[in-house]
């Protein structure tokens, strides 16, 4: 396991509360009929988009899904931004006409939320194959879920990323779910990094597990921007929410998602924060306090932002 500093880890336990935190109180504000359009929470996920992006500068370049608002925060959007964005407002980094599915901020490298399953992995090639070309030492990062594997794109970006060689990690969120289908319906594989082989793709399957995703994901950035090519990771991840908010989940057993709830990504780091002394309970009340306050403050930035105006609705569009 890779040794961190003590203030490495409490900014990574700070960001996956700041993930948490941020979608708990998006679901508030949805429910209230504050935000357009439908979200997707990551709720369970936010190992993976912390881990992964540390390994990241903000010139690196990333693609990413529906369920995205971890990867953008992550990647280093800040909270105002990303409320006001999922908000639908103009100081959005879209001046608010991407949205929850759509964020994206050229600043920081996020080539943007894809509603399109699969449609982030072809971009992503894109990206990789520009950096390349370029001859920077960019890497681009690519998640998406398990259902997106079944997708045409996710192959022949594969087999093209192998022949170029290019400078990109595909990382997989399998949840176990595509909308209200279970893995084992859709695929007959369980571990989605198999599929990699075919295309001569050095692949692994970690578990929820910080610790697990951050070697992995800095083994495999270490590797791209040395110029040695793709590589796959597949985190066997867990969705504790429905689809999409709103969804009730009456397809899913009761116990399985206690189950995915017990092996949570966060309560396991933080559980070994306190066992090395690393946090107690008053730094960890900070943290809580702190975040809270950043949330709220962005949720008035939201709300107090001004709308787009219906004159700019043909600004940026090219055709
Ligand atoms: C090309 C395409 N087909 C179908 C859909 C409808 N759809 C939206 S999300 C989703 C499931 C995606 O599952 P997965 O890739 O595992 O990601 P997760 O939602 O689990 O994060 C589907 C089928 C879509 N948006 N795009």
């Known amino acids: 396991m890779t040794k961190l500093s003590k203030k490495t880890m409490i900014l990574f336990y700070t960001q996956m509360i700041r993930i948490r935190k941020m979608e708990e109180k998006l679901m508030e504000v949805f429910a209230n009929g ?17 881990a992964v992006c540390s390994q990241l500068n903000d010139s690196d370049y990333m693609a990413n899904t529906h369920r995205g608002h971890g990867h953008a925060l992550a990647k280093g959007i800040k909270p105002d931004m990303f409320m006001a964005e999922l908000f639908g ?5 879209c001046r608010g006409r991407a949205g929850s599915m759509h964020l994206a901020d050229m600043n920081l490298g996020i080539l943007g939320a894809n509603g399109i399953v699969g449609g982030g992995i072809p971009i992503a090639n894109g990206a990789a194959f520009a950096s390349m070309y370029k001859k920077t030492d960019q890497v681009t990062v690519c998640f998406f879920g398990e259902g997106a594997t079944d997708e045409g794109t996710f192959h022949e970006a594969l087999n093209i990323a192998s022949v170029m060689k290019l400078p990109i990690i595909f990382v997989c969120e399998n949840n176990g779910w595509a909308e209200f289908t279970p893995q084992s319906v859709h695929m007959t594989i369980k571990d989605v990094s198999k599929r990699a082989a075919s295309y001569k793709i050095p692949a692994k399957t970690v578990s929820n597990d910080f610790f697990e995703i951050y070697d992995a994901a800095a083994a495999f950035v270490k590797r791209a921007r040395q110029g040695k090519g793709p590589s796959l990771l597949e985190v066997q991840s867990s969705r504790w929410h429905g689809h999409f908010v709103g969804d009730a989940q009456k397809y899913r057993d009761k116990k399985e998602i206690d189950t995915a709830m017990k092996s949570d990504c966060i309560a396991n ?10 946090l107690n309970k008053k730094i960890n009340q900070k943290i809580l306090t702190d975040i809270d306050q950043e949330i709220d403050a962005a949720v008035e930035f939201a709300r107090t932002s001004p709308l787009p105006e219906a004159s700019e609705l043909m600004e940026e569009l090219w055709a």
């Open 34 to 50: 504050e935000i357009p359009g439908f979200i997707h929470v990551c709720i369970g996920q936010e190992a993976t988009p912390v």
């Open 89 to 93: 407002r103009s100081n959005g980094p």
């Open 269 to 278: 780091f933080k559980k070994y924060l306190f066992e090395k002394k690393i």
